[in-house]
């Protein structure tokens, strides 16, 4: 207990390591097909084979792709949809239905029709993250605009501010942090968007990927997929927390941010 | 400073107000305070103080009755008017300075360069006060950055950049700690008398009304019950608190407020 108090981050990795020889020596040992449950050692190959040989790049790059179109556009028009609808009530009661009734309908079972739409390749799988992205960022705004601090508003119609003034100056800003959670949430369904998009939708990318080594039944590559698509998830996570600290840098912490 | 009363600068003549659905707060209120004096309006948590504050600034209109300041009929926020809120309610998004600019910049009067001659009389202000307050070094930083001694500073500040001619302060000291809350007592004072500026000045406290007011008011339950004159001399310093007379006016506001309570 102590060392783990001590040295937390060496002990982490000390059980990684600790756990991947467990499971390498139980595959060596029990004779597994490396059809079912490939070694560490053949999946560390396989990945290692396909990045020197660059087999994997243009699947990464596409994925990559896909992943960034589809939050840029669908977290803008989810925000751009919460602002009309944080701000106008009569939207509101129209169209709030509606909004409600598209968040149920489970997203992924449209990536077909959206094949139809839009043809394979990249645009299904985009529209399909942007969609999954739009709801977060809608929901989160929205909310955000209607509980501003009441005082606050007070001052600014005591400076009389004009309504795009306390729009922009007071109500946007001061939803911030409402606004980044939304965009922490949608980064992480946007990937699910993005691979599974691919399943279906397209030839290219690490969600069709792992499509093609099931039908060649290369399962240590398939693991190898498995652990870049993770690896891209845990980046771009990442990235948005810091973007997310320097944006809210001066706000005061209601214990919410990490 | 001499309060002429028979010109009042800010004049509330028979001012109600109910929210819906409640019974009234303020009922039949007259209330006339001469220019250049500092007016403190004292009462119990929800007697209507903080609704009377906000009727005189314009942000809520009377059923009844009227507002008016310098003459005019106060039917929407003016400004004219500087009001400090209960809690300092700075942006956390922007730095010291821009706070205080914040009245200056929603009016258009400094664009977002740093030119023009309007604008430039605003900075010089916005840097008169801050230097006024002790506040100069942290012109650049942010208001989790400062203690709420400090925030409630930048609030008053913010209040005054534009030479109001009138400052309505809804208990802006009530969180602070004692000692500071004194010290803002008596930079609050020297301001404005330096300014020659009209207050209202809404508390719970009566030590803090006698401290600062030329003329305190009670009410109770919506209803305005005295108006006494405080001829304590000015400007005022720590020891007024503890000579006799002082304690003889909040005895006198004391009992004031006791009769006719529950």
Request: charged residues 15%; contains cysteine.
């Amino acid at each position: 207990m102590k060392l783990l108090q001590q040295f937390p981050k060496t002990v982490a990795w000390v059980m990684l390591l600790v756990l991947l020889s467990l499971w390498e020596g139980c595959v060596q040992w029990l004779d597994f097909s490396p059809l079912v449950l490939p070694a560490p050692s053949l999946v560390v190959a396989a990945l290692w084979r396909g990045l020197i040989t660059g087999y994997l790049w243009p699947h990464m790059a596409q994925t990559a792709l896909e992943l960034v179109l589809g939050l840029g556009l669908g977290c803008s028009l989810g925000f751009l949809g919460g602002v009309v609808l944080g701000e106008s009530a009569l939207t509101r009661r129209l169209l709030m239905p509606y909004v409600v009734t598209s968040q149920v309908v489970p997203k992924l079972a449209l990536v077909p029709l959206f094949i139809v739409w839009f043809g394979f390749g990249t645009t299904p799988t985009v529209v399909i993250t942007a969609l999954i992205c739009f709801f977060p960022l809608l929901e989160n705004t929205m909310t955000g605009l209607e509980h501003v601090d009441a005082q606050r508003l007070e001052l600014f119609r005591m400076l009389g501010a004009s309504r795009s003034q306390t729009l922009w100056r007071l109500k946007i800003p001061a939803c911030l942090p409402g606004i980044w959670a939304g965009i922490r949430v949608a980064v992480v369904l946007a990937l699910v968007g993005a691979v599974v998009g691919e399943f279906v939708g397209s030839s290219k990318g690490l969600g069709a990927l792992i499509i093609a080594t099931q039908g060649s039944m290369d399962t240590p590559l398939m693991f190898a997929v498995l652990f870049l698509i993770t690896l891209m998830g845990l980046v771009t996570y990442h990235i948005t927390l810091a973007l997310e600290r320097y944006a809210l840098r001066t706000y005061v912490r209601k214990g919410n941010v990490e | 400073m001499t309060p002429a009363l028979d010109s009042p600068f800010l004049n509330l003549q028979g001012v109600s107000y109910t929210y819906p659905g409640w019974p009234p707060v303020v009922q039949g209120v007259d209330w006339r305070l001469a220019r250049g004096a500092f007016h403190c309006l004292v009462g119990r948590s929800g007697c209507g103080k903080t609704t009377l504050l906000k009727l005189a600034a314009g942000l809520l209109q009377p059923d009844s009755g009227g507002v008016w300041l310098d003459g005019q009929a106060v039917t929407q926020p003016s400004p004219m008017a500087g009001f400090v809120f209960q809690s300092p309610t700075l942006l956390d998004w922007l730095t010291i300075w821009d706070n205080v600019l914040l009245p200056a910049q929603l009016r258009g009067k400094v664009s977002g360069k740093l030119s023009g001659l309007v604008g430039q009389k605003v900075r010089d202000k916005a840097a008169t006060l801050l230097d006024a307050m002790g506040l100069s070094a942290y012109a650049q930083q942010y208001p989790y950055q400062l203690s709420g001694g400090q925030q409630s500073r930048v609030a008053i500040a913010r209040a005054l950049v534009l030479d109001p001619a009138v400052l309505l302060m809804d208990e802006p000291f009530a969180a602070l700690d004692a000692i500071t809350r004194e010290e803002l007592q008596m930079e609050l004072l020297n301001l404005c008398r330096s300014q020659n500026s009209t207050v209202m000045f809404v508390t719970h406290d009566i030590t803090e009304a006698v401290f600062l007011a030329d003329r305190v008011v009670v009410m109770d339950r919506g209803v305005m019950t005295r108006d006494v004159a405080i001829d304590l001399p000015r400007p005022r310093t720590g020891a007024v608190r503890y000579s006799v007379e002082f304690n003889q006016l909040c005895a006198h506001l004391r009992a004031a407020m006791d009769v006719g309570a529950p």
